[in-house]
Nanobody, 126 residues
Framework: QVRLVESGGGLVQAGGSLGLSCTASGRAFDGYTMGWFRQAPGKEREFVTAIGWHDGKTYYTDSVKGRFTVSRDKAKNTMYLQMNSLKVEDTDVYYC???????????????????WGQGTQVTVSS
């Protein structure tokens, strides 16, 4: 049973930085794609970023490129999201996701991921 636990959300002022972590358990993840989605109330889940657990290849949505960085520590089974230059519009619940390795054309599709964390709130104030 795959389990994903996020941590690190909180409140930050616009222009500030925040880091999220996602610790995974339940199996070996070498053949997996892991990533982050976000969702605001009443809106659809939005792809943020993904990373290939084995090769570290990364994918980002355009709105976070140059500001967010995804990484992973294979020894700790933990994925990180470093968020810099945060904007008010980055305010959302952020979800960690995992799925057996996805084709690059599918990493941004929420329905392709079977495993989701419980979510952590990120609030950016003006």
């Amino acid at each position: 049973q795959v389990r994903l636990v996020e941590s690190g959300g909180g409140l930050v002022q616009a222009g500030g930085s925040l880091g999220l972590s996602c610790t995974a358990s339940g199996r070996a993840f070498d053949g997996y794609t892991m990533g982050w989605f976000r969702q605001a109330p009443g809106k659809e889940r939005e792809f943020v970023t993904a990373i290939g657990w084995h090769d570290g290849k990364t994918y980002y949505t355009d709105s976070v490129k140059g500001r967010f960085t995804v990484s992973r520590d294979k020894a700790k089974n933990t994925m990180y999201l470093q968020m810099n230059s945060l904007k008010v519009e980055d305010t959302d619940v952020y979800y960690c996701v995992a799925e057996s390795t996805l084709h690059p054309t599918l990493v941004a599709t929420p329905g392709e991921y079977d495993y989701w964390g419980q979510g952590t709130q990120v609030t950016v104030s003006s």
